[in-house]
């Protein structure tokens, strides 16, 4: 893909800019001819023909937009000649057909995880400290304090200032020159290799400002989601804040547990402060409860697991012209490799699936998730109209500046992330994954409560790719971050973990890179390398309440 142009489908009639390309150059593309008329910058796209008002403009071999003002050929594609329109879609399927990518470099290969007892396999071995209403975020606070530094974990301070180190030369008679050449200062990396419990990944503390308030239907949804975070194989345990009155009770997300796990035997603690002695009393016996918790969860060592217990979230943000044809098709390929593995990788970000929903339901295995899936979309796109709003506001000014300018062309360009395998199950939001194959999950477009749904339905690893760059993580699995190009993540490689320019500048095809980026999936979910996200210390965490969010 190294030319200066490409036509990525031979249905297209728009064509792209893989450089800038100035006026008069000269293109041959689709057995036509004929020079640029104006400047067109990279990643943007220009007519390969001229286009009358109505006209249908096609990219990846799907409708993506009509014009509404005449293009000239060799003119730019914008958004003033431009707007939005994508296929129409039924619930019926047509006939679909998969031959499964050769996997067998990957055959043997396992990676060293966390074995829980219902079978699942964690990445990560994290002990998580939830409140059930935003009124117990303070506590958190106070336990986060109380144990993350003095445990060897994350802190959100850049060093640790160890003033006991002074008082004990003072007690001790020093002179103020030997207090003065006491060393005081602990670095992050210092911190954590001094951990209390080497087995154990982290505390993580996942606050929100949810669980009262709102609507009922708000708090049932947070239970489910937490519920699914409890019960992701990257966590041993939990520790949960009540306050007693909020509408998310201790019995409803108990009930959330017993419906995904009916046999769970993963140590919860549940304290509610209404029924605490004091405020004292309470932290006093998380701090206890939680401390055993660790030791326990510190028994749980690394071992081998195929590849079939690899749960792969599918998640894109910050993305531009080229991250669907470097970046998005080479995870695609990726999570066909898995699929062939026996593995579960998981596409989500409906109101970005917009144009590609037909290709979908027809890759869909039984009638019933293809008429879940177009029920799910129908309603998706109702909700967003009936707000004043609709799918096509969807691209961001950082999509649009970057080439990506109506909602249809960013769809199918997002939708590559999902490989060509067939759809096992389509869930909604918070359903949890529990068919090996390809699964859709609804969740918005927005990346951090896509991410947080992805992995509160049991996603023990994420892929996140991005073209503009983003810092997005999780509190409880690695999510690692691949640029669509070079310059990215050259400019910006201590937030990115994966280069997928390689595919632009033709050092790589779709199926080397899908290589690389498994091989670099199973030595992330190994513990052998952390995601970038990780060690920067992203714990990004926003439920949906299940309004209207692009």
Not at 5 to 24: E, G, M, R, W
Not at 346 to 352: A, I, K, M
Not at 376 to 402: H, Q, T
Request: include cysteine.
């Amino acid at each position: 893909m190294s030319k200066n142009y490409v036509q990525i489908d031979p249905k297209d009639n728009i064509i792209v800019a893989i450089t800038p390309l100035p006026k008069s150059t000269f293109v041959d593309v689709a057995g036509q001819t004929f020079t640029l008329q104006e400047d067109i910058k990279q990643k943007h796209k220009f007519a390969l023909h001229d286009f009358k008002v109505g006209d249908e403009l096609f990219m990846y071999g799907v409708l993506i937009g009509k014009a509404v003002l005449p293009i000239q050929r060799g003119t730019a594609i914008t958004i003033e000649n431009v707007k939005h329109a994508s296929a129409e879609f039924n619930d019926s399927k047509e006939k679909f057909t998969w031959t499964a990518p050769d996997a067998s470099k990957f055959t043997d290969r396992t990676f060293n995880g966390y074995h829980r007892k219902d079978g699942k396999v964690g990445t990560a071995n994290y002990w998580l400290v939830i409140p059930l209403t935003f009124c117990e975020n303070r506590n958190l606070d106070v336990l986060e304090g109380a144990l993350s530094e003095k445990l060897g974990y994350e802190t959100k301070k850049d060093f640790a200032v160890d003033t006991e180190a002074l008082i004990k030369q003072y007690k001790s008679g020093a002179s103020s020159e030997a207090i003065l050449n006491t060393p005081i200062i602990t670095t992050k990396e210092e911190i954590s290799k001094n951990r209390v419990f080497p087995n154990v990944d982290g505390i993580k503390f996942l606050k929100h400002d949810g669980g009262c308030g709102g609507i009922r239907q708000d708090s049932e949804v947070l239970v489910k989601l937490l519920a699914g975070y409890i019960t992701n194989p990257n966590v041993a345990g939990a520790t949960v804040f009540s306050l007693g009155c909020q509408n998310a009770q201790i019995e409803m997300l108990q009930k959330a547990i017993d419906d995904i796990d009916p046999n769970c035997a993963k140590t919860v603690h549940y304290l509610e402060q209404q029924q605490s002695e004091s405020e004292r009393k309470l932290i006093e016996e998380a701090v206890k409860y939680t401390f055993i918790g660790l030791t326990q969860a510190n028994k749980i060592v690394r071992e081998p697991a195929p590849l079939s217990k690899l749960v792969l979230g599918l998640e894109c943000g910050g993305s531009d012209g080229f991250s669907g044809i470097s970046a998005n098709p080479a995870l695609g390929y990726a999570s066909d490799l898995l699929v062939a593995l026996g593995g579960s990788p998981v596409l989500s970000e409906f109101p970005e699936l917009n144009g590609v929903e037909q290709e979908l339901i027809n890759r869909c295995i039984t009638d019933e998730d293809s008429k879940k899936f177009y029920n799910l979309m129908r309603a998706y796109s109702a909700a967003a109209v009936a707000v004043g709003s609709g799918f096509e506001n969807n691209p961001s000014p950082g999509n649009i500046k970057d080439g990506l300018i109506t909602d249809a062309m960013k769809s199918a360009g997002a939708a590559k992330k999902g490989g060509t395998s067939p759809v096992v199950q389509v869930l909604d939001y918070t359903e949890q994954v529990t068919k090996p194959g390809l699964n859709l999950l609804c969740t918005p477009g927005n990346d951090v409560e896509s991410t947080t749904g992805l992995v509160g339905s049991g996603c023990n690893v994420v892929v996140f790719t991005t073209g503009l760059g983003t810092p997005t993580g999780n509190p409880v699995a690695p999510v690692l971050k691949m640029s669509s190009n070079t310059n990215l993540y050259e400019r910006m490689n201590d937030i990115i973990d994966i280069n997928a320019g390689t595919v632009i500048t033709g050092e790589d095809t779709i199926e080397t890179m899908g290589e690389k980026i498994l091989d670099h999936v199973i030595r992330v979910a190994s513990g052998e390398t952390p995601s970038k996200a990780v060690l920067h210390g992203n714990n990004d965490f926003i439920p949906w309440k299940r309004g209207v969010s692009l």
